[in-house]
Structures are given as structure tokens and as C-alpha cells.
């Protein structure tokens, strides 16, 4: 789940090249269901996400469905670049 499409797509690539099959989602809710269709074994989350949506948002709905994926293993990450923050 990563919403700047040249990131996910950067990260989808490093993964293939590996030998693993990836799935690219750039919306909370497309994540969300993907993972109620596919068990996934790891998920890729960035935390921070355009407009009102969130990492957390998807994994707190993750983790409390369900869905095939509920268990995924996660790998939290972000770009975002706020100098207010890195203080």
C-alpha cells in the first residue's frame, strides 16, 4: 500500500527481482480488500497516506477483519519529508 505510484512501483520491482509476487494498492480501501480476496504472507504499508487516509487506518481495519491476510507479517514505512517532525 503506498500511495506515490513511482515508490510502490519501485518497491513491487525490488520484490519481483527477488522471486515474490506483489500486489500494488494506492487507496486504503483497495488494500482492504485485496487483502480479504488474497492471502498475503507480508504487506508493505506506508503510514502516511494523501488526503484522509492512513497506514494505521489500514492496518487497525487489517488486523481486525476476518480476511485471509489478517495475520500478514508488515513492513511499516514512509518518505514522508516534514522538517517539522524531524525535530
Known amino acids: 500500500l503506498d500511495d506515490d505510484n513511482s515508490v510502490g ?7 519481483k527481482a527477488l522471486g515474490l509476487q506483489t500486489t500494488l ?6 488494500a482492504l480488500l485485496a487483502a480479504q480476496q488474497t492471502r498475503f504472507d507480508v504487506i508493505v504499508v506506508d503510514l ?10 489500514f492496518i487497525r481495519s487489517l488486523r481486525t477483519s476476518n480476511g ?3 495475520k500478514a ?5 514512509s518518505g514522508y519529508n516534514d522538517p ?3 525535530q
Open 9 to 15: 512501483a519501485y518497491i513491487g520491482e525490488t520484490l
Open 25 to 30: 494498492t494506492q487507496r486504503v480501501d483497495a
Open 48 to 57: 502516511v497516506l494523501k488526503d484522509s487516509e492512513s497506514g494505521n487506518q
Open 68 to 70: 485471509p491476510s489478517a
Open 73 to 77: 507479517h508488515l513492513i511499516a514505512v
Open 84 to 86: 517539522v517532525r524531524r
